[in-house]
């Protein structure tokens, strides 16, 4: 009788484990869930609103592709002079550039500035985007009530997943606005800037 040799359990396992990590490890490669590093860009900037006159607005995005912040350092909605309601608004085109074979939306927006409201007062601070050619707007709105008077931040998720296309890139349009009864909202105190960070979700495809 031929006897047969199998190799040692121990081998075994150890070969099956080496080809399951061999397996996840292309998995991983093959489904990455954003660019790599340093690859995400802003080729186009432009904006324009009563809230952001010229030389008043700049944006970047984060190394890792993964967040675009706005500054803002002329954005004030403030009725000291009178008027019953005011609204201030302003949209920005953006151009961005990244690698094939992703498609994103954004997540969420975090403001961070200063409001001064008194008892009672209400206050809405809203951003919205959209996708040029794809039609569908998303917007994440702030109501702020007074009595209030400091700094701000506030983190608030976009209504719905409005994405882009895939190995298509179009401009990327942002429109903030805040409306106010009476009181003031502004740039933060220590910086005298309206922020906005707005997450960017990635996804291969």
Excluded at 8 to 20: D, I, K, R, W
Excluded at 160 to 175: A, F, G, K, P
Aim: charged share 20%.
């Amino acid at each position: 009788m031929v006897q047969r040799r199998f190799p040692p359990v121990s081998s075994v396992a150890t070969m099956a484990a080496l080809l399951l990590l061999a397996f996840l490890m292309s998995a991983i490669h093959v489904q990455a869930a954003s660019p790599e590093a340093g690859t995400v860009k802003i080729l186009g900037f432009k904006y324009e609103g009563d809230a952001c006159p010229p030389g008043s607005a700049e944006g970047a995005v984060s190394d890792d592709g993964q967040a675009i912040t706005m500054m803002f350092s002329k954005y004030t909605a403030s009725t000291d002079a009178g008027v019953d309601r005011l609204r201030k608004s302003c949209t920005v085109t953006v151009n961005l550039s990244y690698p094939p074979g992703f498609r994103f939306h954004l997540g969420t927006v975090t403001m961070r500035g200063y409001a001064k409201l008194d008892a009672g007062v209400i206050a809405t601070a809203q951003t919205s985007y959209y996708i040029s050619g794809i039609p569908g707007t998303a917007r994440a709105k702030r109501v702020i009530t007074g009595a209030f008077d400091d700094d701000f931040e506030f983190t608030d998720k976009f209504n719905v997943l409005l994405y882009s296309e895939c190995n298509v890139i179009r401009d990327l349009n942002l429109i903030s606005e805040v409306r106010l009864v009476a009181g003031l909202i502004t740039g933060r105190d220590d910086d005298l800037k309206l922020t906005q960070e707005l997450a960017i979700v990635w996804e291969s495809c």
